[in-house]
C-alpha cells in the first residue's frame, strides 16, 4: 500500500526540519566566500605581484557581475527546473573553484574562479532564501531570513577568521583554498540526499491570492514600485560598500603595520557581528516598521565607512566594524522581507531574483568605484566616497519608499 503524502502546511514550527536544514546549508554557502574574505589582497600581491587596487579588486568584479547575473536568472529557473535542483547545480559549479585558486599560476584563472563563484552563489544562496520563504508562509519572514543571513554571514567571519589563521601559520596557498572542497562537498551531499524541493509550498499558498501575470517584473521591481524600487537601490548600495570593504580593508590594515592574523580578526569582525546580529535584527522586520529600520540601518553604515579611514588605532577599528556589521544587520533581512511581503508568491521568486541582481551588481560597482578612486586619490578617499554614497542611499529610503506597504493587490 502506498504511504500518504504529507499534507503541505507553512509555518516555521511546522517545517523546522527542512528549515533547519536549508539554515545549515546557507552556511556552508557563506563559508565560501569567507575563505577569500581576509586573505585575497594579500594572496593577489605575494603570489601574482598585483599592486594596483583595481587589479586586486579585479576578482571581486568578476564575482559581483557573475553573481548578480545568476541571482536574476535563478529567480526566473526556480520555477522551472525546481529549487533543490538548482541548488545542486549550484554546488557542483562551486567544486573547482578551491582547487583553481589553491594550484593555479595565471591571475586569469583567479578571474575565471571568481565568475565560477559568483554563478554558483548565485544559484545556491538564492535559492535557500526562496526555500526558506516558501516554507514559513507570511508569518516569521523577518524572523526567518535573519536567521537564513546570519548562518551565511556567520560562517562569512568564522571563515574569514580561519582562512587568514592558516595563511599565517602555513602559508597563503594552498591549505586555506583546500578547505573550500571539503566545504562544497559536504553543501552537495547534504542537498542531494535530504533537501525536499518547495514547489508545493508555493502552490499552497498561492491558493489564498488572485492569479497574477507574470509579465514586467523586472521594472516593477527595479523602477516602478515605490517600495521595491527604493529596496532595491538600498540593496545595491550595501553591497557596493561591501565590496569596497572587502578588498581595501585589509588593504588599509596592511598599510597601518597589522599583521596578517591581525587582519583576519578585524576583517572577520564585520560579517560576524553582521551575522549573529541579524538573530535579533530579523525578528524587528517583523515587528517594526521596515522604512525606518532601512533608513537607520544604511545610515549607521554610511557614518561607521566615514570614521573607518580615522580610527589608527586598534580598539577604535573594532568599534567601527562592529558598528558597521549592526548597521548592515539591521537592513539586510528587511531588505528580504520587505520584497517577500510586497510581491503576490507566484512573482516572488523572480522579485527577489531581481533585486539580489542589483544588490549583488553593488560588489562589481563598488570595487570598480572604490579601486580607481583608490589608485587616483588614494586609499582614505576612496573609503570616504563610499559612506557618503551609502549616506545617500537613506535618505532615498526616506523620501521615496512609502510609510507602509501598500495592499498586495496593488502590488506585483
Known sequence: MKNKEEPIVLGLRQNWRQFGLLVLINAFVGAMIGLERSIFPQFASEVFGLESKLAILSFITAFGFSKAAANYFSGKLANQVGRKNLLIIGWIIALPVP???????NWNWVIASNILLGISQGMTWSSTVVMKIDLIGEKDRGFAMGLNEFAGYFAVGIFAFISAYIAQEFGVRPYPFLLGTLVAVL????TVFFVKDTRKHVQ???????????????WETTFKNKTLSSVTQAGLV???NDGMIWGLLPVLLISLDFRLDEV????????TVWG????????MADLFPKKALLFWGMLVQGIAIIFLPLAGTYPLLVAVSVSLGLGTAIVYPTFLAAIASATHPNRRAESIGTFRLWRDLGYAVGAIVSGITADIFGLKSAIVFIGVITVGSS??????????????SRLI
Open 99 to 105: 582547487l583553481i585558486l589553491a594550484f593555479t599560476g
Open 187 to 190: 553543501g552537495l551531499v547534504l
Open 204 to 218: 499552497k499558498e498561492s491558493e489564498k491570492h488572485t492569479e497574477v501575470s507574470l509579465k514586467g517584473i523586472f
Open 238 to 240: 550595501n553591497n557596493l
Open 264 to 271: 583576519g580578526l578585524i576583517a572577520a569582525i564585520y560579517p
Open 276 to 283: 549573529i546580529s541579524q538573530l535579533v535584527t530579523g525578528k
Open 395 to 408: 535618505l532615498v529610503i526616506h523620501f521615496r519608499m512609502p510609510k507602509k506597504t501598500e495592499p498586495e
